[in-house]
């Protein structure tokens, strides 16, 4: 079981930026991260591949969020910016470490404890 540890979260005001990062405890292929806000289902915000070169993102958050991620340090990025009250959410990291490339939340087999991300308007 590797171990995921997100950090980054917190309060920012509307139009801000705040960057997100997990750290693995082990090697892991494909990464992605996920929100959860209240009352709603959790929902895929990025992915990324094993090797980097191919990225995922929700329609939402085109254009303002950017993966990437570090092999050497085992760590997944998201980089947020114009972020709007709609991204409040729970943001939680994801990994596979038998998939290279995964979106839904099925293919990932761990998941971090979540960071929050509060957007005020």
């Known amino acids: 079981q590797v171990q995921l540890v997100e950090s980054g979260g917190g309060l920012v005001q509307a139009g801000g930026s705040l960057r997100l990062s997990c750290a693995a405890s082990?090697?892991?292929?494909?990464m992605g991260w996920f929100r959860q806000a209240p009352g709603k289902e959790r929902e895929s915000v990025a992915a990324?591949?094993?090797?980097?070169?191919?990225?995922n993102y929700a329609e939402s958050v085109k254009g303002r969020f950017t993966i990437s991620r570090d092999n050497g340090k085992n760590t997944v990025y998201l980089q947020m910016n114009s972020l709007k009250a709609e991204d409040t959410a729970v943001y939680y990291c994801?990994?596979?470490?038998?998939?290279?490339?995964?979106?839904?939340?099925?293919?990932?087999?761990?998941w971090g404890q979540g960071t929050q991300v509060t957007v005020s308007s």
């Open positions: 994801a990994a596979s470490t038998y998939r290279r490339r995964a979106v839904a939340s099925t293919d990932y087999d761990n």
């Open positions: 082990g090697s892991v292929y494909a």
């Open positions: 990324i591949t094993w090797t980097g070169a191919s990225t």
